[in-house]
């Protein structure tokens, strides 16, 4: 049970990057291409604010995105997500607020694990597009308004013609092995008493994700790691990382938190780890996150206890 250094294979099925969809990048720059896809009757939209959408129950109780005819949009900013298996073109459509559509809106947070492959890839697209539009109206160079061009994926300058693409910003997440296989986890402050998780933080301009992954490890728990593995990636847009995930053994083992983002860590056995959970004394974040996989690796099957949020 649990990982070893020789078990180096990528972690599959990661919630959030289970898209099947084909982005068709090569067609955003073809104006009457989209413009037909638009008007096709066939094709869906799905309505996004604020990292939400509007769900349904299938017959089988399974949560699944409510899409739209294109009429849905209304005058809403609509960006084209690609297409499925079947050709069938996806859009989403920035709406104002939840009212364009009475029902139940959630978000990747709440449904992201429960989707199909096909939902998941889009709503990670349209709340990534989202966020973008929504922090970028204004040109980074002199200030003025930014107008989305390309099927949603640039935004130009009214002024001075620049081109804006949506940013990723990659953040490393590891969890952290010692000698005797036990596992480091931490607690940010802002955090309820019982939530652990492992330790991330964002690459910094001109580092490696390796450099980043000792970077913050030691910063955050005054933890040294030598050998790592990295072990997959996922989009998280809360609002626009790349989650880089690894395991790394650790070369000392003395814990001493920064106090500021991390205020609490603690090695665990698989043992340990268990009883904590069981007893929930410990929560693990949801099945939606990299995190969680990268804990239940290590410890060789599901645990119990998730987050709750308030």
Not at 80 to 94: E, P
Request: aromatic fraction near 8%.
């Amino acid at each position: 049970m649990g990982d070893t250094r020789a078990d180096r294979s990528l972690l599959a099925d990661l919630s959030l990057a289970r898209s099947t969809l084909d982005r068709v990048a090569e067609k955003r720059g073809d104006a009457d291409w989209v413009a037909g896809r638009w008007a096709d009757p066939s094709s869906r939209v799905l309505l996004v604010h604020d990292g939400a959408t509007p769900i349904e129950m299938s017959p089988q109780g399974i949560p699944r995105l409510r899409l739209a005819a294109p009429r849905a949009a209304g005058d809403a900013e609509v960006a084209l997500l690609g297409l499925d298996d079947s050709g069938t073109a996806y859009f989403c459509a920035r709406v104002e607020d939840r009212t364009a559509e009475p029902g139940e809106w959630q978000g990747l947070r709440e449904v992201g694990a429960a989707l199909s492959d096909r939902d998941v890839g889009l709503l990670v697209a349209a709340v990534a597009l989202d966020n973008w539009h929504a922090a970028h109206p204004h040109c980074a160079r002199c200030g003025e308004p930014t107008l989305m061009s390309s099927a949603g994926w640039v935004r130009v300058c009214a002024a001075d013609g620049s081109e804006h693409y949506p940013r990723t910003d990659p953040a490393v997440i590891v969890l952290v092995i010692d000698d005797d296989d036990r596992a480091l986890l931490g607690r940010q402050g802002r955090w309820q008493p019982s939530w652990f998780s492992t330790l991330a933080g964002f690459v910094e301009p001109g580092e490696s994700a390796e450099a980043a992954v000792r970077r913050e490890v030691f910063e955050e728990a005054g933890v040294r790691v030598g050998e790592m593995a990295y072990l997959g990636s996922q989009p998280w847009p809360f609002p626009c990382s790349l989650m880089l995930g690894y395991h790394a053994w650790a070369t000392t083992t003395d814990v001493r938190v920064d106090g500021e983002e991390i205020v609490e860590a603690r090695w665990f056995s698989r043992d340990e780890l268990a009883r904590a959970c069981e007893s929930r004394e410990i929560a693990l974040p949801p099945a939606v996150s990299i995190a969680r996989r990268l804990v239940e690796r290590w410890y060789g099957e599901p645990l119990k206890g998730d987050w709750i949020r308030p």
